[in-house]
């Protein structure tokens, strides 16, 4: 079965930075758009970011703009969300996710066109 592993979370201050990794169990990943997601206690799943299948294309929920970097090492078959300028609003549990097959190309913020997840990391960011 395929899987996502997720690492890199971790408690980090206000203002502090983070990277999170997401690694598919399988190269043939390489072509899927990738997303990230995050859950925070009592709050429903919200989309974070995502990326093309090229790695040119790039999407951001607005409270993250400027402050969060997705991108993807295709050789080494990994996406990165890179986290600067953490709040304690940003505390949750980060999923990265595969988007489903699309014929047109749009980046997807919507958690039901996401088909494989990966099992979570914490981040924490404390005042």
């Known amino acids: 079965q395929v899987q996502l592993a997720e690492s890199g979370g971790g408690l980090v201050q206000a203002g502090g930075s983070l990277r999170l990794s997401c690694t598919p169990s399988?190269?043939?990943?390489?072509?899927?758009?990738m997303g990230w997601f995050r859950q925070a206690p009592g709050k429903e799943r919200e989309f974070v970011a995502a990326?093309?299948?090229?790695?040119?294309?790039?999407k951001y929920t607005d409270s993250v703009k400027g402050r969060f970097t997705i991108s993807r090492d295709r050789a080494e078959n990994t996406v990165y969300l890179d986290m600067n300028s953490l709040n304690v609003e940003d505390t949750a549990v980060y999923y990265c996710a595969r988007s489903r097959p699309s014929t047109v190309a749009i980046l997807f913020t919507g958690a039901q066109q996401y088909d494989i997840w990966g099992q979570g990391t914490q981040v924490t960011v404390s005042a």
């Open positions: 990326i093309s299948g090229s790695g040119l294309d790039t």
């Open positions: 399988k190269r043939t990943f390489i072509t899927y758009a």
